[in-house]
């Protein structure tokens, strides 16, 4: 069986450092999956070429259509993801938030994922566990225990260099074992379960309560006659 990882790139600059981050994690999880005697096919999502429609989504309010609907179909229906951003104002960037809120509430739901971040500096780190996890937290999606952060400096190689490369590593090791559904070693993952359902916000109206009902009863009447 093959499966399928897609990459979500947020960076801005040709080359990107974004980029070179998300091609060696691409490589690990490919690497990785392999190793777990299947193959895995990875695609590649570079937000760059949906800024323009990803900025009408938002300023109209109307749903996804055109480029950015066929990318979040592309992003609901894979197997695992890979979110990877730079870090703007010490979180992720504008352009990352916007195609994460174009994709809706239901688009990750169970999903393996790998939450990945680049900055200049090292002090940018805690972008991983204050801002993403929260973020894919609240999405319902399956972080993977080991975010990779990557600052200037690990990508010249040296000690830096290696320490990037095993965290790496890891986290597609970890992302691998919940694709391929073969361990129970990361957390959220039950050895043997059926698979995920797939659900990307499209046809859930018969499970989702109108706002009206659920404010029903709630305008100061408690039901209880005055004492």
């Known amino acids: 069986m093959t499966r399928r990882i897609v990459i979500v790139s947020a960076g801005l600059s040709q080359p990107s450092s974004t980029r070179l981050l998300a091609d060696q994690i691409a490589d690990a999880v490919r690497a990785q999956v392999s190793s777990r005697g299947e193959a895995a096919s990875v695609e590649f999502v570079e937000l760059r070429e949906l800024a323009v429609p990803l900025a009408e989504v938002m300023a109209t309010g109307g749903m996804p259509r055109g ?6 179909e592309l992003v609901s229906s894979a197997d695992g993801v890979v979110f990877v951003t730079p870090v703007f104002a010490a979180s992720y960037s504008g352009l990352f938030k916007m195609f994460v809120d174009a994709l809706g509430t239901d688009a990750l739901n169970g999903m393996p994922v790998i939450v990945a971040a680049t900055a200049g500096t090292t002090r940018h780190s805690l972008v991983l566990d204050h801002a993403m996890r929260p973020l894919f937290a609240h999405l319902r999606a399956i972080v993977v225990p080991t975010g990779v952060f990557a600052a ?76």
């Open 67 to 72: 480029p950015v609907d066929a990318a979040k």
């Open 152 to 227: 200037t400096e690990d990508f010249g190689g040296g000690e830096a260099g290696r320490d990037l490369a095993t965290r790496v590593t890891r986290a597609a090791s970890e992302l691998a074992a919940l694709v391929v559904a073969e361990s129970g070693s990361v957390a959220g993952f039950t050895p043997g379960a059926e698979p995920r359902p797939r659900t990307s916000g499209v046809g859930l109206g018969a499970s989702v309560t109108p706002f009206g009902q659920l404010l029903a009863g709630h305008g100061g009447q408690t039901g209880h006659a005055p004492a």
